[in-house]
């Protein structure tokens, strides 16, 4: 047993390698998932281009101007002509009494396309409101969440059964797909942003879940490594953010996409040179070799009957639904509350987004808190620290939706942060959770595909919910946000759960105790309680809970 000990020791990745992984995986979460992350400058960019600008009534933002201009303006629509094609414009009429300061800022929005410019096929639209085209970006959003999320079923199953580097080929050829598709996508071709966002949104999330199993080489950080690569995943706007950029220097979206596009080629080197096959297993086994387990579909099939699971399908479902219909409604609510300029905060909300990476690791540090205390309990211990994680994303949930019901910009901008906060602790909880021993790790891919495959078909909440939006005359997004709170006081059911399996030991261990491939921490335990048992009667139960500190310094590579 000694020998094993030692030998097991010995495995220790070096460090090297080990922040080469971490550096590598982190920015292929960035690059690979900004695309969905990203949406509120996608948005911003595709507008700007005339995506679905042909439906609009265009309509003028509210300015001050005298009654005559009204009604001229009313009975003789003026009439723009772009490749011959007729696009007739309405104005609104809208009576409010305004500072000076305002009046300026309304002056400089009504000049209606003060940037557009023909160069051949291109025009460029900036500079007034259009419902119409607003309506279709926020459905084909809608649909590409959709479908994505129900999606990841299939391709979870298939992770499972062939393996890492397979589902990161899949993920590559989506990659390639939707970025071609947006090469061809224009404002006479809208539509094709469908597929194209479809597929990069798949690959993103397919590279993520991939890359969660490289946390397994960093032993008692595990959950804090997990944990950077979600924030990774969601700060993944900042390739948006570059292309918005470049954009105002000449270089069209089109352009951008084809760059991306290269970086197919690094990935692919290493799917075939860095990860193995199948997938890095977590106990790290003493002879780890990168072996395939056998899958047990009747364990599988028992594991989601349990309430434990059940409940975290319906936490996950409601916040889904919860941000993404928040992310949708966001600047509806910086209208209502009274704010002119409404794209200045929707990009200051986009770039608090991008604090998503420095800000992930606390949540991890939470879950790894004390992981090299390990008891008879370990399995138990850990959960404990999950349920720490989780209660603290409830509050910030909640947090979030309190702060979004008030009428006051600088209320506002703190659940911008809320927010930002709520999505990482979110995901991280979730694959902290999924990839607990609880869970066998062989149906890693399958778990998580359901969880996200019914918050997929949960999305479709949203068409009641925006039903409610357009109640009356102006949105209101008021009692919307009322619902969104209510969702998160529901979702404390995972909590609740959490709490009361981890009092009652109702947290397995599901790792396999094969005398070829026990972890260290096992074969640590075993050691000790065969000390226990020649001990006194009088010591036993005080040595049974806690080792000494000698041992479990030795525990580097896999704490459970």
Not at 2 to 10: F, G
Not at 184 to 200: D, E, G, K, Q, V
Not at 475 to 490: A, E, P, Q, R
Request: hydrophobic share 45%.
């Amino acid at each position: 047993m000694t020998l094993l000990m030692i030998r097991t020791l010995n495995m220790k990745i070096p460090c090297r390698k080990q922040i080469l992984a971490l550096i590598w995986c982190i920015s292929e979460c960035l690059f690979f998932s900004g695309y969905i992350n990203g949406w509120l400058w996608v948005k911003q960019i595709v507008k700007e281009d005339g995506y679905f600008i042909e439906p609009c009534n265009i309509s003028l933002a509210k300015t001050v101007i005298s009654k005559e201009h009204v009604d001229i303006l009313m009975n003789q629509p003026i009439r723009m002509t772009h490749n011959k094609t007729k696009l007739k414009c309405f104005y609104k009429k809208v009576v409010k009494v305004v500072s000076l300061e305002e009046y300026a800022i309304y002056e400089n929005k009504s000049k209606i396309l003060k940037n557009t410019f023909d160069k051949g096929n291109n025009i460029t639209f900036s500079g007034f409101d259009c419902d119409e085209q607003e309506n279709k970006l926020e459905l084909i959003h809608i649909i590409v969440l959709l479908f994505r999320n129900i999606t990841l079923l299939p391709l979870g199953v298939f992770l499972d059964a062939y393996g890492s580097s397979k589902a990161r080929i899949i993920a590559l050829c989506c990659t390639a797909f939707g970025s071609l598709t947006m090469l061809f996508s224009s404002n006479t071709y809208p539509w094709l942003i469908l597929p194209a966002l479809l597929m990069l949104g798949v690959a993103g999330m397919l590279i993520l879940l991939t890359d969660l199993q490289v946390a397994n080489l960093f032993g008692s950080r595990r959950y804090t490594v997990m944990s950077v690569f979600v924030g990774a995943y969601f700060s993944g706007g900042i390739v948006i953010f570059f292309m918005k950029l470049t954009k105002a220097t000449g270089v069209s979206l089109q352009t951008s996409f084809m760059f991306t596009t290269i970086g197919i080629v690094p990935v692919l080197i290493s799917t075939i040179a860095m990860l193995p096959r199948s997938r890095i297993p977590w106990p790290l086994p003493a002879e780890y070799v990168g072996t395939k387990k056998k899958h047990d579909l009747s364990e599988f099939w028992g594991i989601i009957k349990t309430k434990l699971y059940i409940f975290c399908i319906i936490w996950y479902s409601l916040l889904t639904l919860k941000i993404w219909m928040y992310d949708m409604t966001v600047d509806r609510q910086l209208s209502h509350i009274g704010v002119i300029d409404t794209d200045k905060y929707v990009s200051l909300y986009a770039l608090i987004l991008l604090l998503s990476l420095p800000i992930s690791p606390l949540f991890g540090i939470v879950m790894d808190w004390n992981k090299k205390q390990v008891t008879a309990h370990h399995h138990i211990l850990q959960m404990k620290n999950i349920f720490y994680a989780v209660s603290i994303h409830f509050c910030i949930a909640l947090l979030s939706s309190v702060t979004s019901l008030f009428s006051n910009i600088h209320v506002q901008v703190l659940s911008f942060i809320f927010v930002a906060m709520e999505k990482v602790a979110l995901h991280a909880t979730l694959y902290a959770f999924l990839t607990h021993v609880h869970f066998p790790s062989e149906h890693f891919g399958k778990l998580v595909g359901i969880v996200i495959g019914c918050s997929g078909i949960t999305l479709i909440l949203q068409f009641p919910l925006k039903l409610l939006l357009h109640q009356g005359s102006s949105d209101n997004t008021f009692y919307v946000h009322i619902v969104l709170l209510v969702i998160v006081v529901v979702s404390g059911c995972h909590p609740l759960s959490l709490w009361y399996h981890c009092r009652t030991g109702g947290i397995n261990n599901s790792a396999e105790m094969t005398e070829q491939e026990r972890p260290l921490t096992i074969v640590l335990m075993e050691n000790i309680m065969k000390k226990q048992d020649n001990s006194n009667d009088e010591n036993k139960t005080d040595q049974a809970d806690k080792l000494t500190e000698a041992e479990s310094a030795k525990l580097q590579i896999t704490d459970l």
